[in-house]
């Protein structure tokens, strides 16, 4: 729920980083090198896919964000199921449920 553009994108810097690094270790035949770079390029290449396969994120407000904590915490659920049914209580305030989306 926190993720946001900045963060995909360092995911995205660091595993370009770390392939240039690979194939700097590989071409000077430095292995040990290889698996570390090649760990990192696995890795980044790992966050950055969750996060763009991910839900977007949005930005709440921070009363918002404490009250969805305090409650997430109380009830034992998690918190993007509470937020789910409070956007959705919201929207059914705001539209005719009859009316299509």
């Keep these: 729920m926190t993720t946001n553009t900045r963060s995909r ?4 810097v ?3 980083v770390a392939g240039i690094g690979l194939i700097d270790a590989a071409t000077g035949r430095t292995w040990d090198l290889v698996a570390v770079f090649g760990v990192i390029v696995v890795l ?8 763009w396969a ?17 409650r ?8 993007d199921r509470i937020a ?3 956007v959705a209580a919201y929207r059914a305030g705001l539209t005719d449920d009859r009316e299509p989306l």
Excluded at 44 to 51: D, F, T, Y
Excluded at 72 to 79: F, I, M, R, W
């Design 9 to 12: 994108w360092v995911a995205v």
């Design 14 to 16: 660091i595993a370009v």
């Design 44 to 51: 980044g290449s790992v966050s950055a896919a969750s996060h």
């Design 54 to 70: 991910g839900r977007p994120s949005i930005t709440l407000r921070r009363d918002l964000a404490r009250w969805l904590a305090i």
């Design 72 to 79: 997430a915490a109380d009830s034992g659920e998690a918190a």
């Design 84 to 86: 789910d049914r409070a």
